[in-house]
Every structure is written in C-alpha cells, then in structure tokens.
C-alpha cells in the first residue's frame, strides 16, 4: 500500500522544483503547525465557566436541602439569593458586556445567566415559603431573569431556560387559580409553546432553530398530555396531528429540520392514536405498528413531493 507523503516532504518537493522557496516553504509548515494546535486546544475556561456555574447552583441547593431543619428562613432566602446574584454577576462578566463579539464568552455568559434566572425562582420559591401562589411567583421571577438574561446576551442555554420557565410558570399559574387538570395543563403547556415558536418563526429570536425545536416540542407535549382526561382524548390526537400536518406543511417554507422532524413525530404519534380510540382498543400493538410505519412512509412521500414542487417553482 502506497504512504502517503507528509507535508514536510510535499514542502521539500515543491522547493526542489523551484516553486517555492525556503523560506516559504518554513512559514507554510509554521503555519499549518498553529493551525493543527488550535484545533486540538481544549477550551478549559469554557469547560471550566460551565462546571463552576452548575456547581455553585448544586451546592447551593445542597447547602440549604442538608441544613433547612436547622437554618431560619431568612438564612435558606440569604444562601439562595447569593447564588443567584453569583451566577447573575459571573454570567453579565463572562460575556463581556452587551457589544462583546465573542461566541465562546456568549455562550458562557448566557449559560451562567440561565443558571442565574434558575437560582432566582429557588429564591424566591424559598422566600415564600407560606405563600399559597409561591411557585408562580417563583418561577414568574425566573422567567423575567431569563428573557432579560437572553436580550442581552442571546444563548441556546438562555432561550431553553426561558422556554421552560414559561412553562412552569403556566402550570404553577393554573395551580395557583383554578386548579391543576389534565385539560388546562396540556392545552396552558401547548399555547406556551406555540408563543414561543411562533416568535421563532417569525425571527424575532436569534437562535431561531432552537426556539422552533422548543416550542414545537412544548406544544406536543401539551397536546399530548391531554390524554390523561378521557373526555379530552379526541382533542389529544385530532390537536397533534393538526399540529403535525400544519408543520409538515410549513416546511415547504420554511426549510430546516425542526419542523419536519416535529411535524413526523407528531403524525405518527397522531394516527395511531385516533385508531385506538375510534376501535375502542380492539387494534392490536403490531397493527398500531403496522400503522405507524404507513403513516411515515406516506409523510416521506408527500415530503419528496413538496421538495420537487418547490424545485419547480
């Protein structure tokens, strides 16, 4: 088997020919050299500003969980609150402010405020203690954080933090007011979702993919939670695949991944659904199977279609 010559070898060959000179021959070796160690460097302050952000929120919440029999309430509200002011002022340094162009300290400046905005609502969430509505409250005040925490210094980290907190700030809501069901659960989780990636889809958001992923995958869930309420099971799978379909449609616009992918999801789980129901159970698991696959065979084919119609136009 033929080796193949190493770049010291191609340099002195092109030297040899006249092409280039030694000196340029050095500074291109020279070069490739920097360039294969900046590939291999480990970017240990990333790692670390990440370790360290997870790790004063887990201690924190250790700290308080171990001695919360023996600590007064002003204590657990002080332990808390300074995590949360620690992750808040590390996150706003690591980005180097609202103008730093710097992905890496982007990326662990929002990290840390997401972190931040958590430690917030546990705060808070623990300031409350005899509070009847404290985990709206909470969670209310995590989710301002975050989105403050994400128009500043825009993250994956930051959006999927607000994402969530909106959804437990809904769910704590509903708790708070009229009571907790599997009906305004599902139906408060999935018009969440739905805002959120409405606002993706109208790219208002930076990390427009994620938030698409995010809040399609919210309004799934929601639909899909439905389920737990018998009245409400027709509204499970007839919502979800309205949602699927709605989606797959949306992909002849909209061309990226996290549509297709929730829009498929959703049918298959849809369809299969409506069938159990419709039969009263008497479909078995290897039709329901049976069906599943007929139905993302059928989603490919109307998938490859719309691909050639917009090659078309």
């Not at 993919?209 to 869930?221: H, N």
């Amino acid at each position: 088997m033929k080796r193949e010559p190493s770049v010291k070898e191609v340099l002195d060959r092109l030297v040899g020919d006249g092409v280039l000179s030694s000196v340029q021959a050095d500074a291109v070796e020279r070069a490739l050299g920097a360039g294969v160690r900046r590939r291999v460097r480990v970017p240990w302050a990333e790692v670390a500003g990440y370790l360290g952000g997870g790790l004063v929120l887990v201690g924190a919440v250790l700290l308080v969980a171990t001695s919360w029999g023996r600590w007064g309430e002003f204590a657990r509200t002080f332990v808390t609150g300074a995590a949360a002011v620690v992750l808040l002022a590390a996150g706003a340094a690591a980005s180097g402010g609202v103008g730093s162009r710097s992905a890496v300290r982007g990326r662990v400046g929002g990290t840390l405020l997401a972190l931040g905005a958590g430690a917030v609502a546990a705060a808070v969430a623990v300031a409350l203690t005899d509070h009847g509505g404290r985990g709206a409250v909470a969670c209310g005040a995590g989710l301002v954080t975050a989105v403050v925490g994400y128009l500043l210094v825009p993250s994956v980290s930051g959006l999927l933090a607000s994402a969530g907190l909106l959804a437990a700030t809904i769910l704590f809501s509903l708790d708070s007011t009229v009571g907790l069901t599997s009906l305004n659960a599902g139906l408060g989780v999935a018009t969440g979702g739905l805002f959120v990636a409405a606002f993706a889809f109208g790219r208002v958001l930076p990390h427009r993919q994620t938030g698409l992923v995010a809040g399609l995958t919210l309004a799934v869930a929601g639909f899909q939670h439905l389920l737990g309420d018998e009245r409400a099971v027709p509204m499970a799978y007839l919502l979800t695949f309205a949602l699927g379909a709605g989606c797959l449609a949306a992909v002849r616009w909209e061309r990226s991944w996290g549509p297709l992918v929730t829009g498929v999801a959703a049918v298959t789980l849809a369809v299969p659904e409506a069938v159990w129901d419709l039969t009263g159970g008497a479909v078995g698991g290897a039709l329901l199977v049976l069906t599943a696959g007929t139905v993302l065979l059928l989603v490919s084919f109307a998938g490859f279609r719309l691909r050639r119609d917009a090659g078309k136009g």
